[in-house]
């Protein structure tokens, strides 16, 4: 079983091969979440069968569902906090306010489970 990804301090952020991505926001009701976060799986399996199928049009309308999906989840577009912090997503850890939190974790195994 995999091990649940590191999360910054203020709970804002995932860290995932020492980069930051923008976690879903808090205050959503758990039912509501839970609705978006199946539309979202729903959506990227969809996005895979349109590429099998090299289908660009259901490609494109399964990339929207995915869109729509991560926004309503509060992972993408306006962000949920709101004490005017800007939005990491994608920095890498070492390089934004988080640099020493990030800096005292562990390390993270290499991909593949291989040794770093």
Same mark, same amino acid.
């Given at each position: 079983?995999?091990?649940?990804? #590191? ?6 952020y995932?860290?995932?091969? &020492? @980069?930051? *991505?923008? @976690?879903? %926001? ?6 509501? @979440?839970? =609705? #978006?976060? =199946?539309? #979202?799986? %729903?959506?990227?399996r969809? /996005? !895979?069968? $349109?590429?099998?199928?090299? %289908?660009a +049009?259901?490609?494109? $309308?399964?990339? $929207?569902?995915?869109?729509? +999906? /991560?926004?309503?989840? !509060?992972?993408? &577009?306006?962000? *949920?906090?709101d004490?005017?912090?800007?939005d990491?997503?994608?920095? #890498?850890?070492?390089t934004?306010?988080?640099? %020493? *939190? ?9 991909? &593949?489970?291989?040794? &770093?």
């Amino acid at each position: 079983m995999a091990e649940e990804p #590191l999360v910054t301090p203020d709970g804002r952020y995932v860290v995932v091969r &020492g @980069r930051l *991505w923008r @976690r879903s %926001d808090p205050a959503l009701d758990p039912q509501r @979440r839970q =609705e #978006l976060v =199946e539309e #979202l799986m %729903d959506a990227r399996r969809a /996005k !895979g069968a $349109a590429l099998r199928a090299e %289908d660009a +049009a259901a490609r494109e $309308a399964a990339r $929207a569902r995915v869109e729509a +999906a /991560k926004r309503a989840l !509060g992972e993408r &577009g306006p962000v *949920w906090w709101d004490d005017g912090a800007p939005d990491l997503t994608r920095h #890498l850890a070492r390089t934004t306010v988080y640099a %020493d *939190w990030w800096s005292q974790q562990a390390p993270e195994p290499a991909p &593949g489970g291989a040794p &770093g």
